[in-house]
């Protein structure tokens, strides 16, 4: 007789590190020595965590079902980075963006433009709910916009991402805002009041180094070429302050409540409606924009750098980097080590500080090895919620602590599916925007410092706290 399959048995500790162990070197030599993308190390990585799943117990058609539904997790994700790529294709091949460039141009200067960046952001994203939409339409031209004035590219993105995700973390409409609350166990808004005290220092903050950095830009040394830059935009398109409406529109669908993949396509065809409408193209050229992104030759080199982008095909990397990521997200969920590596960690959760504190790094450390914000935010949720309610925490700390990290600290990490959005849509790697990201950094360390002062920790009232809260 064939003795029937072995039960799986839980992770140790060091089971579940193996795998964390061999991805976080790997990608580091990858990225620091040879230069390269982090796909392979990520599948090898994948393979490591299969081989320690093997052990436990599990077999090969778990295993490929854990890599399957951490897949799936990132499916939406997917959708959204190729209709992005057609919009932004499309909206630059329509003069939308070179419009937005060539009257932002007129209206910025280098001194306050990084503050206004992170400024004009934060309020696209708070009404939209959504960071990556916000930096696939005003950011993409906020990064041509900072190139011509003359600040540094990180920079530019590091404001753009600070803005965007201030938005997505304070945004009712957002989707991680409400799943925050929902993970933890309060409401919408109780959550979103609780944020103000750790979120609004972090901007204030952001927003006075943004002021001092771009005091080191002056107009007048970059003047020449931002007048080539926009005579050069003018010869190119037919401009016009009409061409900013479809801005205006996808901010009003979106707060419409409309799902950002929708709105996006229909910001995409109205991209190509505008093109063929406005600026004469045909349909072989809008279709090219649409797949390979928009491809011109003005002469001058800084136009053609800025402009020569977008297209399904070009995101298609991007979308393979995802894949990848959550396959090893999917087998270490599936296996049980994400598990065992958070109540690892909550062992040393002691104090309402060190809870805190624990709580963020697991969010980030989610972020780094299931390469997915939505997980960094559940899991933990899942995990640490009768902790906070066993110290006599309200829950709306929790909430808070999941965005303050598990929201926050996505766009960070090269590989996590947020972090690859901002990458290819900026064009800058996250590794290079990281440093500048001020809010995104000093969130997450604004909430450690609350955790252990007390400083807005709110406690459940006694008629509401579990029998076993500590007092």
Same mark, same amino acid.
């Given at each position: 007789?064939?003795?029937?399959?072995?039960?799986?048995?839980?992770?140790?500790?060091?089971?579940?590190?193996?795998?964390?162990?061999?991805?976080?070197?790997?990608?580091?030599?990858?990225?620091?020595?040879?230069?390269?993308?982090?796909?392979?190390?990520?599948?090898?990585?994948?393979?490591?965590?299969?081989?320690?799943?093997?052990?436990?117990?599990?077999?090969?058609?778990?295993?490929?079902?854990?890599?399957?539904?951490?897949?799936?997790?990132?499916?939406?994700?997917?959708?959204?980075?190729?209709?992005?790529?057609?919009?932004?294709?499309?909206?630059?091949?329509?003069?939308?963006?070179?419009?937005?460039?060539?009257?932002?141009?007129?209206?910025?200067?280098?001194?306050?433009?990084?503050?206004?960046?992170?400024?004009?952001?934060?309020?696209?994203?708070?009404?939209?709910? %959504? /960071?990556?939409?916000? @930096?696939?339409?005003?950011? +993409?031209?906020?990064? *041509?916009? #900072?190139? &011509?004035?003359?600040?540094? =590219?990180?920079?530019?993105?590091?404001?753009?991402?600070?803005?965007?995700?201030?938005?997505?973390?304070?945004?009712?409409?957002?989707?991680?805002?409400?799943?925050?609350?929902?993970?933890?166990?309060?409401?919408?808004?109780?959550?979103?009041?609780?944020?103000?005290?750790?979120?609004?220092?972090?901007?204030?903050?952001?927003?006075?180094?943004?002021?001092?950095?771009?005091?080191?830009?002056?107009?007048?040394?970059?003047?020449?070429?931002?007048?080539?830059?926009?005579?050069?935009?003018?010869?190119?398109?037919?401009?016009?302050?009409?061409?900013?409406?479809?801005?205006?529109?996808?901010?009003?669908?979106?707060?419409?409540?409309?799902?950002?993949?929708?709105?996006?396509?229909? %910001? /995409?065809?109205?991209? @190509?409606?505008?093109?063929? +409408?406005?600026?004469? *193209?045909? #349909?072989? &050229?809008?279709?090219?924009? =649409?797949?390979?992104?928009?491809?011109?030759?003005?002469?001058?080199?800084?136009?053609?750098?800025?402009?020569?982008?977008?297209g399904l095909a070009?995101?298609?990397?991007?979308?393979?980097?995802?894949?990848?990521?959550?396959?090893?997200g999917g087998v270490?969920?599936?296996?049980?080590?994400?598990?065992?590596?958070?109540?690892?960690?909550?062992r040393v959760a002691?104090?309402?500080?060190?809870?805190?504190?624990?709580?963020?790094?697991?969010?980030?450390?989610?972020?780094?090895?299931?390469?997915?914000?939505?997980?960094?935010?559940?899991?933990?949720?899942?995990?640490?919620?009768?902790?906070?309610?066993?110290?006599?925490?309200?829950?709306?700390?929790?909430?808070?602590?999941?965005?303050? /990290?598990?929201?926050?600290?996505?766009?960070?990490?090269?590989?996590?599916?947020?972090?690859?959005?901002?990458?290819?849509?900026?064009?800058?790697?996250?590794?290079?925007?990281?440093?500048?990201?001020?809010?995104?950094?000093?969130?997450?360390?604004?909430?450690?410092?609350?955790?252990?002062?007390?400083?807005?920790?709110?406690?459940?009232?006694?008629?509401?706290?579990?029998?076993?809260?500590?007092?």
């Amino acid at each position: 007789m064939t003795p029937p399959p072995r039960e799986p048995r839980p992770p140790t500790l060091w089971e579940a590190l193996l795998p964390v162990a061999f991805l976080v070197p790997a990608i580091a030599l990858t990225i620091i020595v040879y230069q390269g993308p982090v796909h392979i190390p990520l599948i090898l990585s994948t393979a490591v965590a299969g081989v320690v799943a093997l052990r436990l117990g599990l077999g090969w058609t778990a295993i490929e079902e854990g890599m399957v539904h951490g897949i799936g997790l990132g499916l939406r994700a997917c959708l959204v980075l190729m209709v992005v790529g057609t919009l932004i294709g499309e909206w630059i091949l329509a003069g939308i963006v070179p419009a937005m460039i060539y009257y932002g141009l007129q209206l910025l200067a280098p001194s306050f433009f990084l503050l206004a960046a992170c400024v004009i952001c934060a309020v696209v994203s708070l009404s939209t709910g %959504s /960071s990556w939409s916000t @930096a696939a339409t005003i950011g +993409l031209a906020l990064m *041509a916009i #900072g190139n &011509t004035l003359g600040v540094p =590219a990180p920079m530019t993105a590091g404001a753009i991402v600070s803005g965007s995700y201030f938005g997505d973390k304070m945004s009712p409409v957002s989707d991680t805002t409400n799943l925050a609350p929902a993970a933890a166990g309060t409401d919408l808004f109780t959550h979103i009041r609780h944020m103000i005290y750790t979120t609004g220092p972090s901007l204030l903050i952001a927003l006075v180094l943004y002021g001092l950095l771009g005091l080191g830009y002056r107009g007048d040394v970059h003047a020449g070429a931002v007048v080539e830059m926009r005579e050069t935009l003018a010869r190119l398109f037919v401009l016009s302050p009409w061409l900013l409406v479809p801005m205006a529109l996808v901010i009003g669908i979106i707060i419409l409540r409309v799902p950002a993949l929708p709105a996006l396509l229909v %910001s /995409s065809l109205i991209g @190509a409606l505008l093109a063929m +409408l406005v600026q004469g *193209a045909d #349909g072989a &050229t809008v279709l090219q924009a =649409a797949f390979r992104g928009y491809a011109g030759a003005s002469g001058v080199e800084a136009v053609d750098k800025l402009l020569n982008r977008g297209g399904l095909a070009n995101m298609l990397e991007t979308i393979a980097l995802v894949i990848c990521a959550l396959s090893f997200g999917g087998v270490m969920e599936r296996s049980g080590m994400l598990g065992a590596l958070a109540h690892a960690a909550l062992r040393v959760a002691t104090s309402t500080g060190r809870l805190v504190a624990v709580t963020i790094l697991t969010c980030i450390g989610f972020n780094v090895v299931a390469s997915d914000q939505y997980i960094a935010i559940v899991i933990p949720g899942r995990m640490y919620r009768e902790a906070f309610l066993a110290r006599g925490l309200h829950p709306k700390n929790l909430s808070r602590c999941l965005e303050d /990290s598990g929201t926050l600290s996505s766009p960070l990490i090269p590989w996590n599916s947020c972090g690859a959005f901002m990458t290819v849509t900026l064009g800058v790697s996250a590794l290079a925007y990281l440093p500048f990201a001020f809010l995104n950094l000093i969130n997450p360390l604004i909430s450690i410092l609350y955790g252990f002062t007390g400083v807005t920790m709110h406690r459940l009232p006694d008629d509401q706290r579990p029998p076993s809260a500590q007092t």
